[in-house]
């Protein structure tokens, strides 16, 4: 079992950064693939970014590529989400998640089996 605690939302002006943090209990949070999503008032939550839990490569969504970095840190059990560069449409409650489903792309909400409770993050312009 995993469990998953965001943390870091805010409020930020337009071309600001944030820095979104996941906290995983469980000692196989390491094994597992991690992503972010997010979901803005009235829209479905979409992908952001993952992380492949062995080799560490990375995906993003179009619209944050180039602007938002995942990485994370084995050893703490952490997700961390850099996000640069923001703009108002990023506005949303992020999601941490974990998971190991085969078969399912990075972006594919079927993928992962464990999701934190969200952390807003506000863009003003």
């Known amino acids: 079992q995993v469990h998953l605690v965001e943390s870091g939302g805010g409020l930020v002006q337009a071309g600001g950064s944030l820095r979104l943090s996941c906290a995983a209990s469980?000692?196989?949070?390491?094994?597992?693939?991690k992503g972010w999503f997010r979901q803005a008032p009235g829209k479905e939550r979409e992908f952001v970014a993952a992380?492949?839990?062995?080799?560490?490569?990375?995906y993003y969504a179009d619209s944050v590529k180039g602007r938002f970095t995942i990485s994370r840190d084995n050893a703490k059990n952490m997700v961390y989400l850099q996000m640069n560069d923001l703009k108002p449409e990023d506005t949303a409650i992020y999601y941490c998640?974990?998971?190991?489903?085969?078969?399912?792309?990075?972006?594919?909400?079927?993928?992962?089996?464990?999701w934190g409770q969200g952390t807003q993050v506000t863009v003003s312009s």
């Open positions: 998640a974990a998971g190991r489903a085969s078969g399912t792309t990075w972006s594919s909400m079927n993928k992962y089996n464990y």
């Open positions: 469980g000692r196989t949070f390491s094994i597992y693939d």
């Open positions: 992380i492949n839990w062995s080799a560490g490569s990375t």
